[in-house]
Structure formats: C-alpha cells, structure tokens
C-alpha cells in the first residue's frame, strides 16, 4: 500500500506556470506507476499524465500535450506535473494516483489503486 499526498495547486492568470507534487509514503513509491488525473467543474474525472516506474516513458492527453511534464523522483518518493502554459480550462482538481498493475492500461483511471486528495488549480482568464 501507498497513501498520496498532492500539493502546489494555486489561482494563476492564462499562461503561467505551476508545479505539482505528489509525495508517497508507506510502500515501495518504484513499484508503482504514477498517473495524475483532473476532474474539472461538472465533468468526469479524466486522464492528464503518466509516468512509468523508472521514469523511462511517459504518456499524455492530447489535451496537455506539449505544455505538461510528467516526471518522478523515486529516492523522494515524489512524483511531479508541470504545467506550462496554463489555460482556462485546466482548471481542475488534480490527483495523483498509483498503479502496480502495468504499463499498458496507464491512462486508465480504473487501473489506479492509490489516489491522493487532490489540489485545486484555478487559472483565471
């Protein structure tokens, strides 16, 4: 088992930046699969990022694509979402998840076992 804990979620204007992060504890953080995941005002929970176990592949939503960075630092136990170029409709509360079952199925919010409680990111137009 694993708990999950997201912070750095904040109110920025169109274009900024922010870093997310997503900090482990509990189990083996280099066992899991971490994916992060946004469910924005009146929608469904839906696939931002995810990153394998050694950070060695990455997959994204067409939606982020060339703004947002996934990556993983496994001796901190800390995953992390860059966000770049920020939009309105970024505006989410984004989660971090954890999955030990495989690689394939990673943009899949049923796969996931673990997730953290979310932090609000607000991006103001």
């Known amino acids: 088992q694993v708990q999950l804990a997201e912070s750095g979620g904040a109110l920025v204007e169109a274009g900024d930046s922010l870093r997310l992060s997503c900090v482990g504890s509990?189990?083996?953080?280099?066992?899991?699969?971490m994916g992060w995941f946004r469910q924005g005002p009146g929608k469904e929970r839906e696939f931002v990022a995810a990153?394998?176990?050694?950070?060695?592949?990455?997959h994204y939503a067409d939606s982020v694509k060339g703004r947002f960075t996934i990556s993983r630092d496994n001796s901190k136990n800390t995953a992390y979402l860059q966000m770049n170029r920020l939009k309105p409709e970024d505006t989410a509360v984004y989660y971090c998840?954890?999955?030990?079952?495989?690689?394939?199925?990673?943009?899949?919010?049923?796969?996931?076992?673990?997730w953290g409680q979310g932090t609000q990111v607000t991006v103001s137009s």
């Open positions: 990153i394998s176990t050694l950070g060695s592949n990455t």
């Open positions: 998840a954890a999955d030990a079952a495989g690689w394939t199925a990673a943009r899949d919010t049923k796969v996931y076992n673990y």
């Open positions: 509990g189990g083996t953080f280099g066992i899991y699969i």
